[in-house]
């Protein structure tokens, strides 16, 4: 299975944008499906998660202005962005396990502010 995000960009803080991953194969046997974010100086962390049943987390700086969806049938996920911040400046990474840790290449989201 490949990943491949896209949808990242410059955008003025209190925009939005809507991330795309596309996965190389069925997504729709393949249970938890995520988005992760390194924001400069700082370390990896889980942004988004959906499960195969649709059942979504979000981490707290997030909730209420992120949204994860996925489209099994485009084998696809989504992260719907909104009301950016300037901290939300990193690179966005999808990411699965199947039979492995599977990551995107990342897609660079600034918000200047």
């Known amino acids: 299975v490949q990943l491949v995000e896209s949808g990242g960009g410059l955008v003025q803080a209190g925009g939005s944008l809507r991330l795309s991953c596309a996965a190389s194969t069925s997504i729709s046997s393949i249970n938890d499906m995520r988005w992760y974010r390194q924001c400069p100086g700082k370390q990896r962390e889980l942004v988004a998660t959906i499960t195969t049943y649709g059942t979504t987390n979000y981490t707290d700086s997030v909730k209420g202005r992120f949204t994860i969806s996925r489209d099994n049938a485009r084998n696809t996920v989504y992260l719907q962005m909104n009301s950016l911040k300037a901290e939300d400046t990193g690179v966005y990474y999808c990411?699965?396990?199947?039979?492995?840790?599977?990551w995107g290449q990342g897609t660079q989201v600034t918000v200047s502010a």
């Open positions: 990411y699965t396990y199947y039979w492995g840790q599977i």
